[in-house]
């Protein structure tokens, strides 16, 4: 049972368009929420991390805002371009403090983004 | 520079075979980590190693076996192939100081047939 939901699957988006990914959690022990993208035949890249004593991130067109309160946080993609067309994978990593978090890095399904020209 | 290498790229099993998959990463990272990606499911995580000879289960371990012999290197091998485990299989590595950046491999589509 996947620990972060994340939603929609797939989504085609407009170039100049904006493109909205959700992630939803419960583990109220995660602090810490990257954001990884994929392209075919390649590994997940980091692409913005945010962790949960700010609402929102913003990195050139890639924007992440997150809701403490709600458990919930999304990836925003202004002017999408078909460069940004690839899988979109949001994360969530338990406090440092309390155990070996790194190795408890979970994932979202997964969202694949298509910006058609 | 070369991050993570994994090796080999493409490999299909029959049932029963069992396999090495390779990865080495030249970052001197402490932590390493095998993953599993399959449509609809995202990243799962198999093994991981907070350094070398320290190994640990991660969601998804059942039929895996890891051992982590040198900073470098961490493999993955598979006991005996099942079509279960037909899936694209990530390395991926960090220095392991607070949330610190995972580095993935190319990944190694295996099929099991």
């Known amino acids: 049972q996947q620990q972060v939901k994340q939603s929609p699957q797939s989504l085609i988006v407009q170039k100049g368009g904006i493109s909205i990914i959700n992630c939803a959690y419960e583990n109220t022990a995660f602090d810490y929420f990257p954001w990884y993208q994929q392209f075919p035949g390649k590994g997940p890249a980091l692409l913005i991390a945010i962790r949960p004593d700010v609402s929102e991130k913003k990195e050139g067109r890639f924007t992440i805002s997150f809701n403490k309160s709600a458990k919930q946080f999304s990836l925003h993609i202004m002017d999408s371009q078909p460069g940004d067309s690839a899988t979109y994978f949001c994360a969530a990593s338990p406090n440092i403090m309390t155990t070996d978090s790194w190795g408890k890095l979970q994932f979202g399904a997964g969202t694949q983004v298509v910006v058609t020209p | 520079n070369a991050g993570v290498t994994q090796t080999p790229k493409f490999q299909v099993l029959k049932t029963g075979q069992s396999m090495t998959l390779q990865c080495a990463q030249d970052m001197n990272h402490e932590y390493m980590s095998w993953y599993r990606q399959d449509p609809g499911m995202g990243l799962r995580l198999i093994h991981y190693s907070v350094g070398a000879g320290i190994t640990d289960q991660g969601e998804v371990p059942n039929g895996y076996n890891v051992s982590r012999s040198t900073t470098e290197d961490f493999p993955l091998r598979l006991l005996s192939a099942a079509p279960s485990q037909t899936s694209v299989y990530f390395c991926?590595?960090?220095?392991?100081?607070?949330?610190?950046?995972?580095?993935f491999g190319q990944g190694t589509r295996l099929t099991v047939v």
């Open positions: 991926a590595s960090s220095s392991g100081t607070g949330h610190s950046e995972a580095f």
